[in-house]
Antibody, heavy 124, light 111 residues
Framework: EVQLLESGGGLVQPGGSLRLSCAAS????????MSWVRQAPGKGLGWVST????????YYADSVKGRFTISRDNAKNTLYLQMNSLRAEDTAIYYC?????????????????WGQGTMVTVSS | QSVLTQPPSASGTPGQRVTISCSGS????????VNWYQQLPGTAPKLLIY???QRPSGVPDRFSGSKSGTSASLAISGLQSEDEADYYC????????????FGGGTKLTVL
């Protein structure tokens, strides 16, 4: 069964840091670009970042650029999101997401598998 | 304010056909494909339509997608009570080195 399991969320003070992890199973993790998508309480979906499978090219939302870093360990089938200088507006459920294909149309943005999400709360 | 524009709400009665629109621009929908997600309360989103009009395995053919110019649409025919959910469109945007943009979401109510 294809599965994504996020961890690492919690309560952190403004200006603090957290590292989220996403453990993948049931598919060839190294072949897929992987992404993080967040959802603030009662709000819509917001894309955070994407990391390609090969070559390591990264993409970030303007709101997190320079503060968040996406990375992966293909040997451990794990995706990470290092979040620094956290702000109240970063409070959200953070989902890890896998695209439906490894290449071609939809390989960066058509997410057919999502984790259950991990909650990040930034508050003093 | 979302880059892709969706109506905040839509409604229909069981058996009816409803459509949800998604309006974008020359940097996203016009030149890239559109995906649609369904999100039931308290759950992770589910991919409903990808690359404009393709259904993932397991998605009923009551759901269909289309795109024309800078706009896209999701159609749901034979509306059922379990279709009551939030629906989001999304697309790749070529500006700023590339990024994914979502619509603000449409809350579908089955009357």
């Amino acid at each position: 069964e294809v599965q994504l399991l996020e961890s690492g969320g919690g309560l952190v003070q403004p200006g603090g840091s957290l590292r989220l992890s996403c453990a993948a199973s049931g598919f060839t993790f190294s072949s897929y670009a992987m992404s993080w998508v967040r959802q603030a309480p009662g709000k819509g979906l917001g894309w955070v970042s994407t990391l390609r499978s090969a070559g390591g090219r990264t993409y970030y939302a303007d709101s997190v650029k320079g503060r968040f870093t996406i990375s992966r360990d293909n040997a451990k089938n794990t995706l990470y999101l290092q979040m620094n200088s956290l702000r109240a507006e970063d409070t959200a459920i953070y989902y890890c997401a896998k695209p439906i294909t490894t290449s071609g149309l939809g390989d960066l943005d058509a997410y057919d598998v999502w984790g259950q999400g991990t909650m990040v709360t930034v508050s003093s | 304010q979302s880059v892709l524009t969706q109506p905040p709400s839509a409604s229909g009665t069981p058996g009816q056909r409803v459509t949800i629109s998604c309006s974008g621009s020359s940097s996203n929908i016009a030149v890239n494909t559109v995906n649609w997600y369904q999100q039931l309360p308290g759950t992770a989103p589910k991919l409903l339509i990808y690359t404009n009009d393709q259904r993932p395995s397991g998605v009923p053919d009551r759901f269909s997608g289309s795109k024309s110019g800078t706009s896209a649409s999701l159609a749901i025919s034979g509306l059922q009570s379990e279709d009551e959910a939030d629906y989001y469109c999304a697309a790749w945007d070529n500006r700023l080195n590339g990024h994914v943009v979502f619509g603000g979401g449409t809350k579908l109510t089955v009357l």
